[in-house]
């Protein structure tokens, strides 16, 4: 087994609190496992289960909908956001258990100097093992703490990076390249990934999503009318930013409307016909996602470039705190 699903504490917790009727909620990743997942604790329990099909891209993407019709919502994958309390929600971190000396007998090869260390919930666990592995090896690295809504040492969101140190450059133990792309905007520097599914190290590249951010906020410099976007997930609803950007920009004779939703997606924008969105919701919207949308997809910061309220030297990536 990979990854640890923790369904003996899972069944206990429903036990303990006689909970008739549970939510289930997975990211995409691990959608596949629901079924089998249901099946299980519907037959070692006496509950009802709902699996949650909506999106599920963060701890900040609590289904609240969903909660409104169990007596407890069971949210996989992800560490809870510590300053986002919701009760009778429980997270299931589903840890990994593989084993990283493969790849990190090849990081050793390549990481020098200070060395940050980083990861997702996944790995996370293993961060200090992973930092004793490269002492051993003569390489200094740091593991931090990051703010209140980062629940470890090491823990990096797509949307917060205060978990990542002062150093020369960065270890990523994970998948994919989301994370670490992140960090590599945010700091500028040197970021490998380890990453132990496929046993491979890599880089990030960020100088082509930089090129991509200044073509869209050129894009953006004659517009007219602007779609303010807020989202109606839990943790990624920043509606008085969205209220200041919409006042900033009126300020400066644009029109100027805010759009609240759920999914942003083109489809959904489709219909409005704005010069340009400006994103409150999860940051990585802009980054990941731009080139699929009608018009320029900006972040905050991006607009306020846009409008001349910050220099461009200014530019830096959107968190959400
Ligand atoms: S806002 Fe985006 S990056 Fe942040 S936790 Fe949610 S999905 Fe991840």
Redesign the pocket.
């Known amino acids: 087994m990979i990854y640890n699903f923790d369904l003996d504490y899972v069944v206990d917790t429903i036990k303990k609190n006689c909970a008739r009727t549970v939510g289930l909620q997975f990211p995409d990743g691990f959608k596949r496992k629901a079924i089998e997942i249901s099946r299980e604790i519907e037959s070692r329990t006496d509950s009802r289960v709902i699996i949650s099909a909506n999106s599920c ?5 609590i289904d609240t909908r969903l909660l409104e019709s169990v007596d407890l919502l069971f949210h996989f994958g ?1 560490a809870e ?1 510590p300053n986002i309390r919701v009760k009778n929600v429980i997270f299931i971190e589903v840890e990994s258990d593989i084993d990283l000396l493969p790849v990190l007998k090849k990081a050793v090869k390549v990481v020098s100097g200070s060395t940050g260390l980083i990861s997702t919930v996944q790995f996370v666990h293993k961060l200090y093992d992973v930092q004793q592995y490269l002492g051993e090896h003569d390489i200094h690295s740091t593991v931090s703490s990051g703010d209140t809504r980062i629940a470890y040492p090491g823990l990096v ?4 990076f205060s978990a990542v140190p002062d150093c020369d450059e960065y270890l990523y133990i994970g998948t994919g390249n989301f994370h670490a792309l ?1 960090v590599s905007l945010v700091t500028r520097k040197t970021v490998w990934i380890a990453d132990p599914l496929i046993n491979e190290i890599r880089r990030p590249d960020a100088d082509k999503v930089l090129r991509q951010r200044c073509a869209a906020i050129e894009r953006s410099l004659d517009a007219q009318s602007v779609g303010i976007i807020v989202s109606t ?1 839990i ?2 609803c920043r509606r008085d930013l969205a209220y200041d950007l919409r006042y900033m920009a009126e300020e400066h004779d644009l029109d100027a409307h805010i759009l609240m939703m759920d999914m942003i997606t083109p489809e959904t924008l489709l219909p409005y016909d704005l010069d340009v969105y400006v994103n409150t ?5 802009a980054i990941d996602d731009a080139a699929l949308f009608p018009a320029p997809m900006l972040t905050p910061v991006e607009f306020e470039i846009v409008i001349g309220e910050r220099r461009w030297e200014d530019l830096v990536f959107d968190e ?1 705190l």
């Open positions: 891209f963060g701890a900040c993407d992800h956001i969101l797509g949307c917060n992140g997930k943790g990624q919701a999860c940051p990585r919207i959400i």
